[in-house]
């Protein structure tokens, strides 16, 4: 009888050591999961009914409006030339010679 019991004793040993690493250890800090990201996005929510109103959003005439977006679409076609900023200071001296 004792050659089956030390045959089985190994396996459970295995079977018992997967099934910890299967438990939760963090039970606290797993229930607050995600909590950070909702009130991230709650504290940036300034009005959460803003879609549901039809009242227009006062504070830009509608000629400061309009010459804005003609310059935003304006981008588009004829993007900023990219700046080279591996040059940015190369050359300037800052000793004091």
Same mark, same amino acid.
């Given at each position: 009888?004792?050659?089956?019991?030390?045959?089985?004793?190994?396996g459970?040993?295995?079977?018992?050591?997967? +099934?910890?690493?299967?438990a939760?250890?963090?039970?606290? +800090?797993?229930?607050?999961?995600?909590?950070?990201?909702?009130?991230?996005?709650?504290?940036?929510?300034?009005?959460?009914?803003?879609?549901?109103?039809?009242?227009?959003?006062?504070?830009?005439?509608?000629?400061?409006?309009?010459?804005?977006?003609?310059?935003y679409?304006?981008?588009?076609?004829?993007?900023?030339?990219?700046?080279?900023?591996?040059n940015?200071?190369v050359?300037?001296?800052?000793?004091?010679?």
């Open positions: 009888m004792r050659t089956k019991l030390s045959t089985w004793a190994p459970v040993g295995v079977l018992v050591a997967a +099934l910890a690493g299967c939760s250890h963090t039970p606290v +800090l797993d229930s607050k999961f995600g909590a950070a990201l909702s009130s991230a996005m709650v504290a940036q929510t300034i009005d959460a009914d803003a879609g549901r109103k039809a009242a227009p959003v006062i504070g830009i005439d509608g000629d400061a409006a309009a010459s804005s977006m003609e310059r679409k304006a981008t588009f076609k004829s993007p900023p030339a990219p700046v080279n900023v591996f940015i200071g050359g300037s001296s800052t000793g004091g010679r």
